[in-house]
């Protein structure tokens, strides 16, 4: 088998719109494309930091179910992780947009690494790790 490379990871929103707001307004992301499928009644959005899909430039791809407005997440997922170069300044435009900051900055528990946990509309939670 040939090397691959990371594509996306997929969550399911129900507020589709809400969610676009917060990965691009708030994180910063850029919405690469959207297509909707009324026959499937699903919209995708896939959002990130590239110019469409590079190598190496993860994406998040927003599914949106015609009808749905709450998933349950379950205990098996963990979180989305961000790398940013303020985490301060980050959580600060998370709060002034609306957002929600569940960890504030700091270092991580035994090291130096400054992170901090926010949640999107739907309550998945990121991690901003800062990176310079």
Same mark, same amino acid.
């Given at each position: 088998?040939?090397?691959?490379?990371?594509?996306?990871?997929?969550?399911?929103? &129900?507020? #589709?719109?809400?969610? @676009?707001?917060?990965?691009?307004?708030?994180?910063?992301?850029?919405?690469?494309?959207?297509?909707? %499928?009324?026959?499937?009644?699903?919209?995708?959005?896939?959002?990130?930091y590239g110019e469409g899909n590079k190598e190496g430039q993860g994406e998040?791809?927003?599914?949106?179910?015609?009808?749905?407005?709450?998933?349950?997440?379950?205990?098996?997922? &963990?979180? #989305?992780?961000?790398? @940013?170069?303020?985490?301060?300044?980050?959580?600060?435009?998370?709060?002034?947009?609306?957002?929600? %900051?569940?960890?504030?900055?700091?270092?991580?528990?035994?090291?130096?690494?400054v992170i901090a946990f926010v949640e999107d509309p739907n309550g998945y939670k990121i991690e901003l790790i800062e990176r310079t």
């Amino acid at each position: 088998m040939s090397a691959g490379k990371f594509l996306h990871t997929m969550i399911r929103v &129900g507020d #589709l719109e809400g969610s @676009v707001k917060f990965y691009t307004e708030l994180l910063g992301m850029k919405e690469l494309r959207r297509r909707d %499928v009324p026959e499937g009644k699903y919209t995708l959005v896939f959002l990130g930091y590239g110019e469409g899909n590079k190598e190496g430039q993860g994406e998040i791809e927003l599914t949106y179910n015609y009808g749905v407005d709450k998933y349950e997440q379950g205990n098996a997922f &963990g979180h #989305l992780a961000v790398g @940013v170069p303020d985490v301060k300044a980050a959580c600060e435009k998370v709060r002034a947009g609306g957002g929600k %900051v569940t960890r504030e900055a700091g270092p991580v528990k035994h090291g130096t690494t400054v992170i901090a946990f926010v949640e999107d509309p739907n309550g998945y939670k990121i991690e901003l790790i800062e990176r310079t």
